[in-house]
């Protein structure tokens, strides 16, 4: 069974810096692009990151660039974000994603979470002004 467990959300006052955790088990994943996407009270979910499958290739959403950082470890099948410098509009539940990298990775394309095959049950990040 294929399984995507986030951790690390929790509440944090603005300036402040969370990591999000995603665990992947049930499959391989070293051959996947990760994504986070993140959904707050009264809108859609939106793209936040992802990285290709071997680490050396990321996208963020513009909201995002220069504050958040995605990353991963393929020997331990996990995905991390680090959110720097957070601000109350990026309260959200925010969920890991996985799908299959297949052929030339490309930014713009595993932006849409229509890509990705594998979702997370999402972790709560709040953040007070």
């Known amino acids: 069974q294929v399984q995507l467990v986030e951790s690390g959300g929790g509440s944090v006052q603005a300036g402040g810096s969370l990591r999000l955790s995603c665990a992947a088990s049930?499959?391989?994943?070293?051959?996947?692009?990760m994504g986070w996407f993140r959904q707050a009270p009264g809108k859609e979910r939106e793209f936040v990151a992802h990285?290709?499958?071997?680490?050396?290739?990321?996208y963020y959403a513009d909201s995002v660039k220069g504050r958040f950082t995605i990353s991963r470890d393929n020997a331990k099948a996990m995905v991390f974000l680090q959110m720097n410098s957070l601000n109350p509009e990026d309260t959200a539940v925010y969920y890991c994603?996985?799908?299959?990298?297949?052929?030339?990775?490309?930014?713009?394309?595993?932006?849409?979470?229509?890509?990705?095959?594998?979702w997370g049950q999402g972790t709560q990040v709040t953040v007070s002004s």
């Open positions: 994603a996985a799908v299959f990298q297949r052929g030339y990775w490309s930014g713009t394309y595993y932006s849409q979470q229509s890509r990705y095959d594998y």
């Open positions: 049930g499959r391989t994943f070293s051959n996947d692009v």
């Open positions: 990285i290709n499958w071997s680490g050396g290739s990321t």
